[in-house]
């Protein structure tokens, strides 16, 4: 009887681990799942079978004409043309609109990584929520415990409420105290909803649809230098901004072919009673009038500037990585500095000044300030831990794909 009260005891806690999502998981479903990023990985498709329609040439005219003449002859026509570009024109074209589907695709994978880094802090503020609501409602329920001491305390004064002197004050002070932690609560809680109805809207769920997240476990980012050669390779944005520089690229030769002449291949067959005659032609059509020259000069203008974007990217990402790396390996160390030396002493603090303050060693002060001190550490502790997912997540988006975390306290 007695192991089956213990398994009792215990099914609650192993349901929710059960029931845990893991992070990467979560991710995973919102890249699938979210609506926007689906619109935009349809549009860079379109593009891209847009691409392969610019390769080939105009549609042949095929036509056929009835004619009567004034001497009442009736004269049929059959009449075919055709526009032959010159060679390369329509290769370069199609090569022009690639880039700018893969530009595009880029664009998707960005979008992605953002979604990602996105879903990750929101998933870290609900954490956080929880974390700080039942912490405040745990010192909560200790002063309402200090209360109910002193309410006894008070009681057992001749006058009461109105002559129980410094535990009456006290008295008052804690139930200030514990309605300031209910509007936190009720604040904290306002936040950590909000934060879930945006993590579920990225996901494509209903926006009230319960999550339990199981948070990724703590660990150090890889090297910088590897960071950034991997951001070389793999960054949407450089690529996109590659894309187009290559895409400027093959515009200005592109334009340079419109001085060299289209072909324009026609024939014709007549008939008129019994008698047959054709007629076949070729054409150039010249440009005269000076449209390829200021073509001309419009691609070299769209090319330099795609290769400054190319290369103010190109910076800028390298920036973004060096600030991320940063970023992320002075909130683990904050995060371990609380989890190995401050909330250990605040904790400890407000135990044994509850206990002074209970035995009548401590004054009503010190007890309500180590109270808010493990209050504020917890609040510190937890928005160290967000922010320490936030960034992991900016230096994804920086880094052009997921990282593989190294082991804890490896700092290669």
């Known amino acids: 009887m007695k192991h089956w009260i213990f398994l009792f005891l215990f099914l609650p806690c192993g349901v929710r681990s059960l029931g845990a999502v893991p ?47 004034p001497a009442g002859d009736r004269m049929t026509h059959w009449r075919t043309s055709q526009t032959v570009p010159f060679p390369g024109k329509k290769s370069l074209e199609a090569a022009v609109a690639r880039q ?56 057992g004064v001749r006058g009461g409420m109105e002559t129980g002197g410094g535990p009456v004050l006290d008295l008052y002070a804690l139930e200030a105290e514990r309605g300031r932690m209910d509007n936190m609560i009720r604040m904290e809680r306002l936040e950590r909803d909000t934060a879930l109805f945006r993590l579920n809207a990225l996901a494509g ?13 703590l660990a150090e980012p890889p090297a910088v230098d590897v960071l950034l050669e991997r951001a070389g390779r793999e960054n949407p944005s450089l690529a996109a ?4 520089a290559h895409g400027g690229d093959l515009e200005k030769t592109r334009a340079r072919l419109d001085w060299a ?17 054709r007629e076949a032609g070729v054409s150039l059509m010249l440009p005269l009038w000076g449209a390829p020259r200021g073509a001309n000069r419009a691609a070299g203008a ?33 995060v371990r500095s609380y989890e190995r030396d401050i909330l250990p002493a605040s904790r400890s603090a ?45 230096l994804e988006v920086a880094a052009g794909a997921p990282l593989d975390p190294l082991p804890t306290g490896d700092r290669r």
């Open 23 to 69: 992070l990467e998981t979560v991710l995973i479903e919102v890249e699938a799942a979210n609506p926007g990023l689906a619109a935009l990985r349809a549009e860079a498709r379109a593009l891209a079978a847009e691409a392969r329609a610019r390769g080939t040439w105009p549609d042949p005219e095929v036509g056929r004409a009835w004619e009567k003449t």
């Open 100 to 155: 700018g589907a893969r530009a595009a695709d880029a664009g998707v994978r960005q979008q992605a990584l953002a979604l990602r880094a996105e879903a990750r802090a929101l998933a870290a503020r609900v954490a956080r929520g929880d974390a700080v609501i039942a912490r405040w409602t745990e010192q909560r329920d200790l002063v309402s415990g200090l209360m109910a001491s002193l309410r006894g305390r008070v009681a």
């Open 205 to 217: 769920r209903p926006c009230t649809a319960p999550w339990s997240i199981e948070p990724s476990p």
């Open 241 to 244: 901004a590659r894309a187009r």
């Open 261 to 277: 002449p289209d072909i324009g291949l026609m024939w014709d067959e007549q008939r008129m009673d019994d008698a047959r005659g």
């Open 302 to 334: 769209r090319t330099a500037a795609a290769e400054a974007e190319r290369a103010a990217m190109q910076n800028e990402v390298a920036r973004d990585v060096r600030t991320e790396h940063t970023e992320v390996r002075t909130r683990l160390d904050a």
């Open 350 to 394: 407000l135990a044994l000044t509850r206990r002074q303050y209970e035995a009548g060693r401590a004054d009503f002060l010190r007890m309500l300030e180590a109270l808010r001190s493990a209050s504020q550490a917890e609040v510190e502790h937890q928005d160290a831990l967000h922010e320490y997912a936030r960034h992991w997540g900016m």
